[in-house]
Structures are given as structure tokens and as C-alpha cells.
């Protein structure tokens, strides 16, 4: 999509330091970290919310590569937490889909 702002991060049309990249995923630190620890993991392909993914496989690789990068991190140690807002009540802001992956603090629980 033109004028998505994670496509363009995905496609390079927004220049970012990558954590992590693939062929079908590109992770990257948030803008507003809430967390010392704080990555948002992607599809390239422009997927407006969970609700719009159809196909599993996007599933398996957008877990797949938060799970690589909290291992490559050393995050299972202390742990760490993926969250995926959909919808104005779950709390999306930005319309592609995209993972947080969260730690280095005491996260709490329940969510506010
Ligand atoms: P949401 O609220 O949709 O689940 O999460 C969107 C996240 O994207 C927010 O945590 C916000 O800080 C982050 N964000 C929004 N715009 C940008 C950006 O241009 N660059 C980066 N790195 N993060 C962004
Ligand atoms: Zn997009």
C-alpha cells in the first residue's frame, strides 16, 4: 500500500536498521519503546489487521521470526511478551499487521 508507513519501512522507502529480515518479515525497533526491549515484527506484504490474514502461513513465520529474534536477543532468560492489537479496541494505530514483541522490564498482567 502507497501510503502505509510500515510498507514503506518494509520496502526501504523509509530508510531503518532492521533487527531482523527475511524474505517475508522485517523487524525493527519502535519509535515510542514501551519496554528497554520493544521490536515490532512485520509481513512486507501489507496486511491491513489480523483480521485480514487468510493464509497460516503468515502465522508461522511472523511467530517463527519473533521467537528467533527473542532467542538471538537472550530474552527467554528474564522473558518476554508478543502482542498483536487489532481494531480501534484492541488498540491499533498503525493498519498493517505487526507483532510487539516486548521485555527487559517486569511487564505486568492484566493489560490496563
Ligand atoms: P499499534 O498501536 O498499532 O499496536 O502499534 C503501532 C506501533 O508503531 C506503536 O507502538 C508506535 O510507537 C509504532 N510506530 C508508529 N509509527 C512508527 C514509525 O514510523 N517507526 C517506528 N519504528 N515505529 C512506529
Ligand atoms: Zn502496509
Known sequence: MSDCIFCKI??????SDFVYEDDNFVAFRD????APVHILVIPKKHYASSAAVSDNSVW????SSAVKIA??????KN????VINTGEQGGQSVPHLHLH?????????PPG
Open 10 to 15: 518494509a520496502n526501504g522507502e523509509i530508510p
Open 31 to 34: 519509535v515510542n519503546p514501551q
Open 60 to 63: 508461522s513465520g511472523l511467530m
Open 71 to 76: 532467542r538471538d536477543l537472550g530474552l527467554e
Open 79 to 82: 522473558g518476554y511478551r508478543m
Open 101 to 109: 514483541l516486548l521485555a527487559g522490564r517486569n511487564l505486568g498482567w
